[in-house]
């Protein structure tokens, strides 16, 4: 870390430093995550709809002050910023950008290209046939160039290609990977780079600490390498539980993306505390389970004793994060608070779930403390 560091000065001096670098050079007074983990790596966080406009100006308002790096958690997908043939709508994602950059945050988009949250029109001709390969590849290109195109310089990072495999390491059967074939991914590279050159590029997947995965994914990031596509890092969501996965599998999961030379992130990071619905345990997010009174212990608080495990295993992760450091570029929550995290709502909906490490009334919880401290000791 101390390594980046040297070199992070050494590039500002020169008056070329990358964006990274900027957004971790700054200091701040009061202690929050930003200044705890300056010099380590990013540390991020998602804004929803109602915080970006401010009917949860006291979420925006934590956000900005605790973290620097936002990913827009809905805002920039393809259903959302890309409705209809032709139509876009940017006021969200516009308005995102404009809260990150008066507060000195690094923006990453998210996401290009997706299986989910895509509309069908995307993949159909007008006939109601199936695109051919030309005809999608030319959609997609348009796509990329347009949200790319606009936010050129001002999105920093763009999770080009989200969750493209399976558990078992293979492609997932997407109408991109259906129509288009494997190399639907060197494409979409290859577009976004060709639009903004300067912007790093990410493929981004769960569940990557699932051996055979994990493995998929490094045959995939050696077949973009090997293709010349422009993949500048790897998002791993970390999606976890308090059981699940295993530490070795965690800290196995960046040793073997950074032995690629590529960046690795934690993008997505929340530790589920209720009892998992089914054996299932990654975040396809079209998977759901009916509401039983069992797989809703806590509707009132977080025992303590659960408090305290989730705090423990904040810590033990956080300590092979700092212990990476080197190799990580930035670590990202998904949610602000507790009330806001998606694991309310899947695979269960109307549960009452504490992931995150701010509670629901916006306060810090026993997690926040432990991690700056771990923070504050790599230092
Ligand atoms: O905002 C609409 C609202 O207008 C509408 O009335 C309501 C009815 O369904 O839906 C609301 O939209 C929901 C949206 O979240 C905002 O709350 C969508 O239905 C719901 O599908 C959407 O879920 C999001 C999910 O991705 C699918 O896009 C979650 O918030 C978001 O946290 C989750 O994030 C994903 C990452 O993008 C990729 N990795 C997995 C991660 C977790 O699933």
Redesign the pocket.
């Known amino acids: 870390m101390k390594s980046i560091l040297f070199t992070s000065i050494l590039l500002l001096l020169i008056g070329c430093g990358s964006d990274r670098d900027q957004y971790q050079q700054e200091q701040t007074e009061e202690q929050t995550l930003r200044s705890a983990f300056e010099g380590s790596f990013l540390i991020g966080t998602i804004l ?2 109602r915080q970006i406009f401010g009917q949860d100006q006291r979420g925006q308002d934590l956000a900005v002050r605790e973290f620097n790096a936002v990913t827009a ?2 805002v920039m ?1 393809w259903e959302n910023i890309h409705p209809e043939p032709g139509v876009y709508d940017f006021d969200a994602a516009d308005t995102m950008i404009d809260i990150a950059e008066e507060n000195g945050m690094f923006v990453v988009g ?2 290009l290209v997706w299986h ?2 895509t509309p069908d029109w995307v993949f159909y001709d007008d006939e109601g046939e199936l695109l051919s390969r030309e005809a999608l590849l030319e959609r997609m290109k348009d796509h990329i160039e347009t949200v790319v195109g606009r936010y050129k310089g001002r999105v920093h990072g763009w999770d080009v290609v ?2 493209a495999i399976v558990d078992d390491g293979t492609m997932r059967d997407t109408y991109w990977y259906r129509i288009i074939g494997e190399d639907f991914l060197v494409k979409a590279f290859e577009y976004a780079h060709a639009v903004d050159p300067e912007a790093e590029l990410y493929y981004n997947d ?1 569940s990557l600490e699932i051996p055979s995965k994990r493995e998929g994914a490094i045959r995939l990031v050696e077949y973009l390498q090997e293709n010349d596509a422009p993949i500048t890092g790897i998002g791993t ?1 970390g ?1 976890f539980m308090l059981d699940f996965p295993d530490l070795e599998e965690i800290e196995k999961t960046i040793t073997d993306f950074a032995a690629l030379g590529i960046d690795v992130m934690v993008t ?1 990071l929340d530790i589920d505390v209720l009892p998992p619905a089914f054996d299932y345990m990654g ?1 396809d ?1 079209s998977a759901s389970a009916e509401m039983r009174e069992e797989l809703n212990p806590y509707p009132d608080a977080l025992p303590d004793s659960v408090q305290q495990q989730l705090t423990d295993r904040y810590r033990d992760i956080f300590e092979i994060y700092l212990r990476h450091s080197d190799d990580i570029t930035r670590v990202t929550f ?1 949610g602000v608070t507790d009330g806001d995290s ?1 694991k309310n709502n ?1 695979p269960v909906s109307g549960r009452t779930n504490y992931p995150l490490i701010f509670d629901r009334n916006w306060e810090p919880k026993p997690a926040y403390h432990a991690i700056i401290e771990l923070a504050e000791e790599h230092r």
């Open positions: 929803n709809h958690e809905n997908k998210h996401t989910s949250q989200n969750e769960y969501q999606h997505e975040a997010v998904w998606w899947w």
